[in-house]
């Protein structure tokens, strides 16, 4: 690792997570992967190398396996929060439980692992946080749970970018639209078509969209940036239009 800037990558294992970590170990970053799905965490570092990745089986729930993973840690210039699930189902028909796993996951799962490296990049005085939003925090129909967990994202960034400006630290959103990865592919096949017509682009986006534009946030150029959300979603956030 030595003087390598190191990345920290939730939900790493497969979609945008791999992707991201793909891409930072391009950008010559030693990136700590982390992810509940051990088999796919073992499979990143045979294809990446023990040089340049390791793995980190732990959930982003679980508040003591987090803090323990960053008593080891001495500085991280980057974290990036992309694990997250779905669940859904119109509101009449979710479950509460499905309301608070998702909550949980997407929501205070990034909080915690933020809180943790707040406390190390305020110290290190620099930083970046990339915090994995979606579109969705707009509003979408089934997934009450999910545009709440991401609109809660999008405050906690722009909350936390204040609290930690002035200590060189910068925080910033990026929120995907359709993009092809394991979480998409579970869609039926016609609502998937539905939504492919539904992007002003009429396609979907790539892991790498997304990746590319995390790589961006998280290099030291953008030291003016901070409490952004920027949209890689084939112009969908624009809005109707024909
Ligand atoms: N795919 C899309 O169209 C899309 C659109 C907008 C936003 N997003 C967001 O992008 C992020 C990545 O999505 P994806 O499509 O790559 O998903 P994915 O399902 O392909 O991959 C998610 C990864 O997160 C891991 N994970 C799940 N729960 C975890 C936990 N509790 N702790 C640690 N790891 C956990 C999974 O094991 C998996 O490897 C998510 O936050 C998602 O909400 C995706």
Do not use: H
């Not at 979609?15 to 891409?23: M, N, P």
């Not at 997250?84 to 119109?90: A, C, E, L, T, V």
């Not at 005085?125 to 967990?149: E, K, M, P």
């Not at 060189?168 to 359709?178: E, R």
Request: glycine letters at 10%; hydrophobic letters at 45%.
């Amino acid at each position: 690792m030595n003087n390598r800037r190191i990345a920290l990558v939730t939900g790493a294992a497969k979609g945008i997570g791999r992707a991201i970590v793909e891409r930072l170990i391009r950008e010559d970053y030693f990136v700590v992967a982390l992810d509940i799905n051990a088999a796919g965490g073992e499979e990143l570092v045979a294809a990446f190398g023990g040089e340049n990745l390791s793995f980190e089986a732990v959930d982003v729930c679980n508040e003591s396996e987090i803090s323990a993973l960053f008593s080891k840690m001495e500085r991280l210039e980057v974290l990036v929060n992309n694990a997250g699930i779905i669940r859904d189902n119109m509101i009449w028909n979710m479950p509460a439980e499905d309301f608070d796993v998702v909550i949980n996951i997407n929501l205070k799962g990034p909080w915690l692992l933020c809180k943790e490296a707040a406390v190390l990049m305020k110290r290190q005085n620099s930083g970046r946080i990339v915090n994995i939003a979606s579109r969705a925090w707009l509003g979408n129909r089934g997934q009450t749970n999910y545009s709440a967990s991401k609109a809660g994202v999008v405050g906690m960034t722009r909350a936390l970018a204040l609290e930690l400006g002035k200590y060189n630290v910068c925080v910033n959103a990026v929120a995907p639209g359709l993009i092809d990865t394991p979480l998409t592919q579970n869609l039926e096949p016609a609502v998937l078509q539905k939504l492919i017509e539904a992007q002003p682009t009429r396609t979907m986006g790539k892991p790498e969209d997304v990746a590319n534009v995390v790589a961006f946030l998280a290099s030291p150029e953008t030291r003016f940036i901070t409490g952004q959300t920027i949209y890689v979603d084939g112009g969908k956030s624009i809005g109707a239009g024909w």
